[in-house]
C-alpha cells in the first residue's frame, strides 16, 4: 500500500507570494490533518479535513486555507507569504473513524522557504 | 490547553544499551498517544500507539507504556543499534481537541556504534 504522498518536496518563495502544497493520503483514508513543524515552536496542527469538510481546525490566521477533494486529497495554501512562514509542512492520514484508535500516517513533509 | 513534554531534549549511548524515554502530558483526558520517530528532514514514522484504556503497547524492540493517572508515558527501547538513531517524539489526541496532535518537542537520539 503506497504511504502519504506530498508535491512539492521543496519550495522557495519571496514575501507576498502565495502557495499550494498538495496531499495524497493512503488510499481508504478519509482524514488529513496538516501539520507545521519550526525549530521554535515545534510541530503545531494547521487543521483537518474529512470527507471534503473541514473539521477540526488550529490558531493560525486566515492567511493559511486548506480544501479536500473527494477523492481525498487535500491541498493547502498560504496567502500573503511571510518570513515566519519557513517550515516544514506535514501532512497525516488516518480512518478518521474511531479517534481512540485511529492512528495518523505522516508524509516526507514540503520543505517551504521564503526569502 | 494539553502540554506536552519530553525530557532529555537529547541523549547518547552507547550500542547495546536498553533506554527509557519520557513523555509526560498535563491534561489525563485523552483518547490516545502515539510515538513518533523522525529522521532528519524526513516526516514521521508511526512506532506505537497506546489507546486510553491501554496500560501498553509493544513492536519487535520497541514498549510503550502509558499511565493516565500520572500524565506520563514511556518509550522504552531493547538492545539499541545506530540505525536507531533519530528524533523520538510523543503525541496525544486529547478528548477535548477532538483530532488534533499534540506534540512533545521531542528527544535526540544517538547510538553510538
Known amino acids: 500500500k503506497a504511504g502519504v504522498t506530498q508535491t512539492p518536496r521543496y519550495l522557495i518563495k519571496t514575501r507576498g507570494q502565495q502557495v499550494t502544497l498538495s496531499c495524497s493520503p493512503i488510499s481508504g483514508h478519509r482524514s488529513v490533518s496538516w501539520y507545521q513543524q519550526t525549530p521554535g515552536q515545534g510541530l503545531q496542527f494547521l487543521f483537518e479535513?474529512?470527507?471534503?469538510?473541514?473539521?477540526n481546525k488550529g490558531n493560525f490566521p486566515g492567511r493559511f486555507s486548506g480544501r479536500q477533494f473527494s477523492n481525498s486529497r487535500s491541498e493547502m495554501n498560504v496567502s500573503t507569504l511571510e518570513l515566519g512562514d519557513s517550515a516544514l509542512y506535514l501532512c497525516a492520514s488516518s480512518l478518521g473513524l474511531a479517534a481512540t484508535t485511529d492512528t495518523q500516517y505522516f508524509g516526507p513533509g514540503t520543505r517551504l522557504t521564503v526569502l | 490547553k494539553q502540554e506536552v513534554t519530553q525530557i532529555p531534549a537529547a541523549l547518547s549511548v552507547p550500542e547495546g544499551e536498553n533506554l527509557v524515554l519520557n513523555c509526560s502530558f498535563t491534561?489525563?483526558?485523552?483518547?490516545?498517544l502515539q510515538w513518533f520517530r523522525q529522521d532528519p528532514g524526513k516526516g514521521l514514522t508511526s512506532l506505537l500507539l497506546?489507546?486510553?484504556?491501554?496500560r501498553e503497547q509493544t513492536s519487535g524492540r520497541l514498549n510503550a507504556s502509558l499511565d493516565k493517572s500520572s500524565g506520563r508515558s514511556t518509550l522504552y527501547i531493547a538492545a539499541s543499534q545506530p540505525g536507531d538513531s533519530a528524533t523520538y517524539l510523543c503525541?496525544?489526541?486529547?478528548?477535548?481537541?477532538?483530532?488534533?496532535?499534540?506534540f512533545g518537542s521531542g528527544t535526540q537520539l544517538t547510538v553510538l556504534p
Open positions: 491534561d489525563s483526558a485523552i483518547y490516545n
Open positions: 503525541a496525544c489526541i486529547s478528548s477535548g481537541s477532538a483530532r488534533q496532535l499534540t
Open positions: 497506546i489507546q486510553s484504556s491501554q
Open positions: 479535513y474529512f470527507s471534503e469538510t473541514q473539521r
